[in-house]
């Protein structure tokens, strides 16, 4: 077979690159090692009735333009917004919005000092020029840190920049906010990164921001009906832009002569001769095991396997009878449903967790974000039923000492265990579970050592850096080799940038050629 484009997955990268590509005119094929589409972005019914988005669960990053270019809205998309963050403590206290002058809301507006208040203002305004600095990147190659420099001089933005890039983030907490309940209110703030990461890494925020050019917001909650109607909708543009996508074929590996593509070889024995691959896969995986060693730039190899993919994170998904009953919650009883409850957030709780993830040892007490989907979708759970969504993070990629496959078992049971000191009805409102480890997303979703985002979210791995500086343009150092999954720049949740920006500099190349 000889087509114009070939694309290794398709999760939601792959998909929105392989429509703007099809709609260009060109001959697209997408191959997919699994037997259904969507990557992380997939639904799994677990138990008769009982639909999960079994990694990705969120839509928040999904920028509106794209939504419209691809005509989501007119195929079906609906998402269901997800409503206020509760940092729920052991001891029944919590932090919230704070607007909520509750008892039990240990930093709402009415409790705070005039200094209190003027601090976290500043907190936020500081976070969101450093967002809006970088927002008008995200859908175009990424910005250098001294192409910001040059942006930012003589506006507000010059002096955020100044203390982003000279920082910690607990260092900038430390700066703005005058006291240890507005630090550990702001502990939620990229935890899931490292411990204490640069405050660089706030750059990421910027997936967050509306439009700037129209001012439209992303959509921000649960996809009606599971993260998966997402994958098909994006493969139903794709579909019919004239692309066509290969389910249950894997691709065993990248064909190379003479520093330049030449086509792929399938696991099933087929050659799919062509001068151009998007690989939509992690870098570790399109250049550590797609890819002949001889095939690879002196040097390329090593600097690959440096790409920080150590922090992974668990995935708890279960089947309840009733809703978590937290404890401590002392506002609308339906609210932490419709929103996120968000455990272990303080700085002492994320210390420790990183440091049991560098000793390679099962988190002992690790931070969580508790999500009822089906409280805001009646089509996900039964009647008078519910579906819970966990992320847990953040986990070491792999073991000290044995596997994931040794502790699976013992993890869940703790988590179970944690979570149902918080809602004391937890252990006892569930039906099922199914509980899975970074090996387990590895094996099931393609992620090397677990990592999400298929790149860590540390500030070496951002922007004009992400995931290397030689690989940060969507390209390869390999002729007609692209790359455009989730360790590229505007990556790292459901957005559909990199697969966006990776198919214009693909038809960008070819225009000039």
């Given at each position: ?155 507000p933005a010059e002096e955020a920049l100044r203390l982003a890039t000279s920082m910690s983030l607990w260092e900038v907490h430390d700066h703005f906010l005058p ?233 869940a049971e703790s988590l179970i265990d944690q979570i149902t000191e918080y809602a004391p009805n937890f252990r006892r409102s569930i039906i099922n579970y199914e ?79």
């Amino acid at each position: 077979m000889k087509i114009d484009v070939a694309i290794i997955g398709a999760g939601h990268n792959g998909l929105v690159a392989a429509t703007y590509l099809a709609r260009a005119g060109l001959n697209v094929h997408v191959f997919e090692r699994e037997d259904k589409i969507g990557g992380a972005t997939r639904n799994e019914e677990l138990w008769p009735g009982y639909i999960f988005s079994t990694c990705a669960h969120l839509l928040h990053v999904f920028p509106a333009r794209l939504v419209r270019e691809l005509g989501l809205r007119e195929r079906g998309l609906q998402v269901v917004h997800r409503d206020e963050v509760i940092l729920l403590k052991r001891d029944g206290t919590y932090h919230s919005n704070l607007d909520f002058n509750l008892p039990n809301n240990l930093t709402a507006a009415a409790k705070l000092s005039a200094e209190e208040r003027a601090g976290w203002d500043r907190y936020v305004a500081f976070k969101q020029i450093i967002a809006r600095l970088v927002r008008p990147h995200l859908m175009s190659l990424p910005p250098t840190l001294e192409e910001l420099t040059a942006r930012a001089a003589g506006t507000p933005a010059e002096e955020a920049l100044r203390l982003a890039t000279s920082m910690s983030l607990w260092e900038v907490h430390d700066h703005f906010l005058p006291t240890d309940r507005l630090r550990e209110r702001a502990a939620l703030d990229l935890s899931a990164v490292s411990c204490n990461p640069s405050a660089m890494a706030l750059t990421y925020t910027a997936l967050g921001q509306p439009d700037p050019e129209t001012g439209e917001a992303n959509p921000w909650g649960f996809v009606k009906g599971g993260m998966g109607r997402l994958a098909a909708m994006i493969a139903d543009a794709a579909i019919e832009a004239g692309a066509t996508i290969h389910t249950d074929t894997p691709v065993q590996e990248i064909l190379v002569e003479q520093n330049r593509i030449t086509g792929l070889q399938l696991a099933n024995g087929q050659t799919i001769q062509t001068p151009c691959v998007l690989s939509c896969a992690d870098p570790k995986t399109t250049f550590l095991k797609l890819l002949s060693p001889a095939a690879m730039p002196p040097g390329l190899r090593e600097r690959v396997e440096s790409i920080n993919t150590s922090v992974g994170c668990f995935k708890l998904v279960a089947a309840v009878s009733e809703l978590p009953q937290w404890k401590g919650w002392d506002g609308d009883p339906d609210l932490p449903h419709r929103g996120s409850v968000q455990l272990e957030m303080n700085r002492d709780a994320i210390r420790t967790n990183y440091a049991e993830l560098k000793a390679g040892i099962p988190p002992s007490r690790p931070m969580m974000s508790v999500n009822v989907p089906s409280m805001l979708d009646d089509t996900i759970a039964p009647p008078g039923k519910h579906t819970v969504s966990i992320y847990v993070y953040s986990a070491a990629a792999k073991l000290a000492k044995g596997t994931w496959d040794d502790h699976r078992v013992s993890s869940a049971e703790s988590l179970i265990d944690q979570i149902t000191e918080y809602a004391p009805n937890f252990r006892r409102s569930i039906i099922n579970y199914e509980f899975r480890t970074p090996l387990d997303l590895e094996r099931k979703v393609a992620l090397t050592d677990g990592s999400i985002w298929h790149a860590h979210h540390d500030a070496h791995h951002l922007l004009a850096n992400r995931p290397l500086p030689e690989l940060s343009h969507y390209r390869a150092p390999i002729s007609g080799l692209y790359l455009g999954g989730a360790g590229q720049h505007g990556g790292g949740e459901v957005s559909g940038i990199p697969g966006h920006n990776s198919a214009h500099e693909i038809l960008k190349d070819l225009q000039n050629s």
